[in-house]
T-cell receptor, first 112, second 114 residues
């Protein structure tokens, strides 16, 4: 059974600091990895995707992937109060054939 | 404005009634997913389609749930009969033709079964 694990939080980070969100997955065949942000009462919104080992940067966001350790993380630099949300890690096994398996999310709070 | 459209946004119904939720995927997307979100279970994949063909509905209670794609612009999720434990937010998402790409979510249908 495919599992995606995240610390539920809440994770409290002061404004301007770096927020670090972590995710582990059980299926070694996983090939695609995504981070979604979900505000309360809203739908998940894609913020990052990563497919190969290493780092991928997009503005204030950096996704990190380590397939050997089955670990993916999201760093948010210069955290803003508007970054307060639940961050969902999602994993797809391969070939685009499977639906995304989601973790239960980490609730992030940025303290002004 | 490319987005996934779901209707209705909210639905309150009595136990035993039939519920139908609709989804219009982003034009040109060939993969459609149905997810259910609850506080306890998080986001669970119920079913998904590629080119209108069902590929996996193993996450769906077969006795009461059914999912279809009558055409490329419409996906439906039906619950009959509904039960209080079906209360959740149901999301539809679609993805483009290329493999290993992301899924884009609609705004969801919040279902309450009383």
């Amino acid at each position: 059974q495919k599992e995606v694990e995240q610390n539920s939080g809440p994770l409290s980070v002061p404004e301007g600091a770096i927020a670090s969100l972590n995710c582990t997955y059980s299926d070694r065949g996983s090939q695609s990895f995504f981070w979604y942000r979900q505000y309360s009462g809203k739908s998940p919104e894609l913020i990052m995707s990563i497919y190969s080992n290493g780092d991928k940067e997009d503005g204030r966001f950096t996704a990190q992937l380590n397939k050997a350790s089955q670990y993916v993380s999201l760093l948010i630099r210069d955290s803003q109060p508007s970054d307060s949300a639940t961050y969902l890690c999602a994993v797809r096994t391969g070939g685009g054939a499977d639906g995304l398996t989601f973790g239960k999310g980490t609730h992030l709070i940025i303290q002004p | 404005d490319a987005r996934v459209t779901q209707t209705p946004r909210h639905k309150v119904t009595e136990m035993g009634q039939e519920v139908t939720m609709r989804c219009q995927p982003i034009l040109g997307h060939n993969t459609v997913f149905w997810y259910r979100q609850t506080m306890m279970q998080g986001l669970e994949l119920l079913a998904y389609f590629r080119n209108r063909a069902p590929l996996d509905d193993s996450g769906m209670p077969k006795d009461r749930f059914s999912a279809e794609m009558p055409d490329a612009t419409l996906a439906t999720l039906k619950i009959q009969p509904s039960e209080p434990r079906d209360s959740a937010v149901y999301f539809c998402a679609s993805g483009p033709r290329t493999a290993n790409t992301e899924a884009f979510f609609g705004q969801g249908t919040r279902l309450t079964v009383v």
